[in-house]
C-alpha cells in the first residue's frame, strides 16, 4: 500500500495500513483454523443418526411375531433348507437347459442310426434335469450348512464366511471325488 505525499508525489509506504492488512489476513487464519476444529476437528460435535432427526421414514417398533419370525429366517436350518430349494430348482432347470441343447440326447449308443423319439428325448431331458437337481441341491444345503457354522465360530457375520465355506465346500466336493477314484481303482485291481 503506498500512499503520496502532497509536497512532491513520491509514493512512501504506509505504516498503518500494511499493520492493519496483516492483522486482517492472521484474524482470517485463526478464524479459519476455528472452522475447521468445529468442522471436521476435535470440537465437532457428535450427531446421532436416527433416520427421524435428518428426515428420513419412520421406522415402527417390531411385534414379538415379527421378531420371532426373523429369528426363523435367521436360523441356520431355514437357510439350509432354502439353500436346497433353490439349489434343486436352479439345478433342474440348468440340467433341462444342457440337455436341450446337447445334440446327443436320446440317442441310442447300441442303435446310433436311430432316430429318437419325443418321449425319448423328453425322458433323458428329465433324468439329466433330476440329476443336476440332486447335485445342485447337496452343494446349497453343505455351503449353507458350513458357512452358518464358520459364522457361528467366529461370532461374526462378513464376506470370509463365504469365502471359507467355499473353501471347504470345495474341499469336501474334491474328497469325495478322490475317494470314489480310489475305491474304483480298488475293485479295478481286485478283478
Known amino acids: 500500500m503506498a500512499a ?10 504506509d505504516a498503518h495500513t500494511t499493520s492493519s492488512a496483516k492483522q486482517s489476513y492472521e484474524g482470517s487464519t485463526f478464524q479459519y ?12 460435535p457428535i450427531k446421532d443418526l436416527n433416520p427421524m432427526v435428518m428426515g428420513g421414514l419412520p421406522n415402527p417398533m417390531k411385534t414379538d411375531d415379527q421378531k420371532m419370525i426373523e429369528r426363523g429366517m435367521e436360523s441356520c436350518a431355514f437357510k439350509a ?16 437347459f444342457t440337455a436341450g441343447i446337447d445334440t ?8 446310433p442310426l436311430k ?4 418321449r425319448e428325448v423328453l425322458k433323458d431331458m428329465g433324468q439329466r434335469g433330476m440329476s443336476y437337481a440332486k447335485n445342485f441341491a447337496v452343494i446349497g444345503a453343505m455351503f449353507s450348512c458350513t458357512e452358518c457354522i464358520i459364522e457361528s465360530h467366529r461370532g461374526k457375520s462378513d464376506w470370509k464366511n463365504a469365502v471359507y465355506s467355499g473353501c471347504v465346500t470345495g474341499g469336501v ?3 469325495r471325488g478322490e475317494l470314489s477314484t480310489v475305491f474304483t481303482d480298488a475293485m479295478l485291481l481286485e478283478e
Open 4 to 13: 503520496t505525499v502532497d509536497s512532491g508525489n513520491v509514493p512512501v509506504s
Open 33 to 44: 483454523s476455528m472452522l475447521l476444529q468445529h468442522l471436521v476437528g476435535e470440537k465437532r
Open 81 to 96: 433348507v432354502l439353500a436346497c430349494v433353490g439349489g434343486f430348482v436352479l439345478g433342474g432347470a440348468f440340467g433341462v
Open 104 to 111: 446327443n440326447v436320446g440317442f441310442d449308443p447300441k442303435d
Open 115 to 118: 432316430t429318437p423319439s419325443a
Open 173 to 175: 466336493i474334491g474328497f
